[in-house]
């Protein structure tokens, strides 16, 4: 086996563990690893939407960027670069989350319920790589959101930056930050603890590349599907894991922090693959390449978070599935806000991607 084949496996069965490990430790189920969700806890802890149940500062996704950082530093790889459309990746994140939340999980996290039996992750699987697809045959016909150039220091260093600055108030003054008493935000493993054990993925995700649109996007568009080692280790891993635990639970209805819409998860999921495709890589990896000294990855990241908060400040975030006072399943979704921007979304993406390829030029040109 190539040896980038075996570092993508290591850091998907490390992931998938990292998943296992953070829901024993206090996370949601099915939900030790979700870039989407975390992101949104972040956005709710600063304020920036007032869903009570879903506020706090997750360590895991400043542990992703420090230790993307620190690695990239010491393996003489942190380069500060930017320049490539960075309005455009903006809107594009923020789409990605809405499509993300709209699914109820990033795609990381839709693997970790796949390997927990959420079958309604099948129907985003399917949504997701629909969506990679459509955006692979815009890549194909020239499509490109510019190249990045070198910058400053500073401007590299600015997502890590934040982070820094977002451990450092944390700890020092947690009371300035709105954290959720009750839902999913309430629900956490020990801060330091998820900490170490996110700066210890975020250093593997970005030797080894690991990329849940890359894995997809390259076997369809070149044949190779090195990166799909990953995607497969950390459902294996959580599959197992699971079983051994008796954590795993087949079926559609009732799974954890999920609906059974099926129509609404397979759209999110679609935009979201396609906006990610367009972006050159998963919410994941845009952390990763952001904590390398990408400015455009973290124009990217605060598109998201912004996103999620529009998600949570207009109800177009899915509702989970939950059961009633008869014992009868009550089937989630979402709101009607949520089906239209979903929709509009996917004609945003559709716009840029026609107008950022070949086609689009020769129409302006």
């Not at 070198?150 to 700890?171: E, K, N, S």
């Not at 904590?291 to 899915?318: K, P, Q, S």
């Amino acid at each position: 086996m190539k040896r980038e084949n075996l570092l993508v496996l290591l850091a998907g069965i490390c992931t998938g563990l990292a998943a296992l490990a953070l829901t024993m430790l206090g996370n949601p189920a099915n939900m030790g690893f979700c870039i989407a969700c975390f992101e949104r806890d972040i956005a709710g802890a600063v304020g920036l939407h007032s869903a009570a149940k879903v506020q706090y500062v997750r360590p895991e996704i400043i542990g992703l960027v420090l230790g993307s950082a620190v690695t990239a530093l010491i393996a003489g790889e942190w380069k500060a670069r930017s320049g490539s459309s960075p309005a455009l990746r903006f809107v594009l994140g923020a789409f990605a989350m809405i499509g993300a939340l709209a699914f109820l999980g990033c795609p990381l996290r839709m693997v970790i319920r796949l390997g927990g039996g959420d079958l309604n992750a099948v129907v985003g699987l399917i949504g997701f790589a629909l969506g990679i697809f459509i955006g692979t045959r815009f890549v194909r016909r020239g499509f490109t959101l510019q190249r990045s150039y070198p910058a400053r220091r500073t401007d590299g260093a600015v997502l890590p930056i934040i982070m820094l600055g977002l451990l450092v108030l944390f700890v020092a003054a947690p009371a300035i930050f709105r954290l959720s008493t009750e839902g999913p935000g309430s629900k956490h493993a020990p801060f330091f603890l998820a900490l170490a054990i996110a700066l210890v993925i975020g250093a593997l995700a970005q030797r080894s590349r690991l990329c849940m649109v890359g894995g997809l996007r390259d076997t369809m568009m070149f044949g190779d599907a090195h990166l799909l080692w990953g995607f497969a280790a950390i459902f294996v891993t959580v599959l197992v894991g699971n079983l051994i635990l008796h954590k795993f639970s087949l079926g559609f209805g009732a799974q954890p922090v999920a609906h059974s819409s099926h129509l609404w998860n397979l759209l999110g999921m679609t935009l979201c693959g396609w906006a990610c495709v367009l972006l050159g890589g998963c919410p994941l990896r845009q952390l990763i390449l952001a904590g390398e000294g990408n400015g455009d990855c973290a124009v990217t990241v605060l598109g998201m978070i912004v996103g999620a908060a529009l998600a949570h400040n207009f109800a177009l975030a899915g509702n989970p599935d939950s059961v009633n006072e008869a014992g009868e399943l009550v089937v989630g979704g979402i709101s009607m806000a949520g089906k239209i921007a979903v929709l509009l979304g996917l004609a945003v993406v559709l716009a840029v991607s026609v107008f950022n390829s070949r086609l689009g030029a020769k129409k302006n040109g």
